[in-house]
């Protein structure tokens, strides 16, 4: 699966059905699908993530993905020729449920009616496959659809020989659609049917487990008569249970889709658990802030304090505060001036203290100002990865009637 395509959500807005965004739907729209037996209409379709106010279109493909206007104008000819049969062929499908006595089938009809039909949907190809974002629409209600209507090639017409031509109906534009017949959603299983589920699919191993326990047991009552026959027995029997649990190739079962939420990496068999709604807070000006949320879930707490600002005191106490840093990595600098009383300033990180006034030569206690080494102002720095944690926590420290200000920039450039 390869990222090819991203569109913003400030330029766009989705289309919904029933309260439900179309984009969020393609697991239930690939299951439809695959259970009709349209997997080609399926593998036309591009798979959408969100990812931080934009959405990533993904597809499965050896061959690079371009879009429809960097090929020639004879190549797009070819490509919108393909798509149009595409198209033919995916409005029959859905027309065929439209029609259907079964109203569960006109509800996925209505659903599908207005999957494609969208400002924002593009072509793309990959020299072999054809590929189409769908399901939203531009913020301009003027705009135009981006994918142009297939003209097929004039045919020869003989000079002498008068010919009636056919009249071509264009295909039918499906129309966008604001407001939907209601539509059943498929409820999902609860934790007690997965867990039905699971244990039906290793049904094998619990027999395999209880012989082990009961295995165990009996060892345990011969732990203390080694040279008893029958513990001699069990423990050859022991054995050869162990060599045949080394040749048993057991998969490991968990989500593989690595555009999951709860992706797993060591997982070889898909257990249909993959989640694509990460909630949390996807604001990074915040202390809890998630760069793993893909929704946010009004959880924010704690806003940070923003970074190229100046922060002062003047007060007998100690001060601590923390400043958000963005998502870009790169060196931050901290410039500070304790005046004539004496401080110390500590940066930390993930927990880590990454610099202080510690790290001026000759500075064995920390404090700077007044007469201490290092003089009353400097500069600090230290590299910022942009890792989970977002921010840093600056703490300054001073006896009584303290006066200090410093100033936390931005990360800029690199650091190695």
């Not at 089938?105 to 054809?130: H, Q, R, V």
């Not at 069990?234 to 045949?244: A, E, F, R, S, V």
Request: charge should be negative; glycine fraction near 6%.
């Amino acid at each position: 699966m390869i990222r090819f395509y991203n569109i913003s959500t400030t330029e766009f807005r989705p289309i919904s059905f029933e309260n439900v965004y179309l984009y969020a739907e393609y697991n239930k729209i690939k299951n439809f699908l695959i259970s009709n037996n349209h997997q080609e209409l399926l593998k036309v379709l591009a798979v959408p993530s969100y990812k931080k106010n934009n959405i990533e279109w993904s597809a499965i493909s050896n061959n690079e993905i371009k879009k429809l206007d960097e090929y020639s104008k004879t190549q797009q000819d070819k490509i919108l020729s393909q798509y149009n049969e595409f198209l033919n062929s995916y409005n029959s499908f859905i027309n065929n449920l439209r029609s259907s006595k079964n109203q569960d089938n006109k509800n996925w009809g209505e659903l599908l009616f207005s999957l494609i039909e969208g400002t924002a949907n593009e072509l793309f190809f990959d020299g072999e496959n054809l590929f189409i974002t769908w399901g939203w629409r531009l913020l301009d209600e003027n705009s135009k659809k981006l994918i142009p209507v297939y003209s097929p090639p004039p045919s020869v017409v003989e000079t002498m020989t008068p010919i009636i031509e056919d009249v071509i109906d264009e295909p039918e534009v499906i129309p966008i659609i604001d407001e939907y017949e209601p539509f059943e959603e498929v409820e999902k299983l609860s934790w007690l049917d997965r867990f039905y589920l699971f244990l039906k699919r290793i049904w094998w191993l619990i027999p395999m487990l209880s012989v082990i326990i009961l295995i165990l047991v009996l060892l345990k009552a011969c732990e203390n008569n080694e040279c008893d026959p029958v513990c001699v027995e069990l423990d050859n029997k022991l054995n050869n249970i162990n060599i045949l649990l080394d040749s048993c190739d057991c998969p490991v079962i968990g989500c593989t889709d690595p555009l999951a939420c709860n992706y797993d990496p060591l997982a070889e068999e898909n257990d249909g658990s993959c989640d694509y709604s990460c909630l949390g807070c996807m604001d990074d000006n915040y202390k809890n802030y998630d760069p793993d949320a893909t929704k946010d879930d009004g959880s924010c707490r704690n806003k940070l304090k923003p970074c190229n600002t100046i922060s002062k005191d003047g007060s007998d106490a100690g001060a601590k505060n923390e400043h958000a840093l963005g998502k870009t990595p790169g060196l931050v600098t901290i410039t500070f001036d304790m005046s004539n009383v004496p401080d110390k300033l500590e940066v930390y990180y993930e927990g880590k203290r990454v610099c202080s006034t510690f790290d001026i030569p000759g500075n064995v206690h920390g404090f700077v100002g007044g007469n201490n080494a290092g003089g009353q102002s400097g500069t600090l720095t230290f590299c910022y990865p942009a890792n989970k944690q977002r921010y840093c926590t600056v703490k300054v420290t001073g006896g009584s009637s303290t006066d200090w200000t410093y100033n936390l920039y931005c990360p800029t450039g690199s650091c190695k």
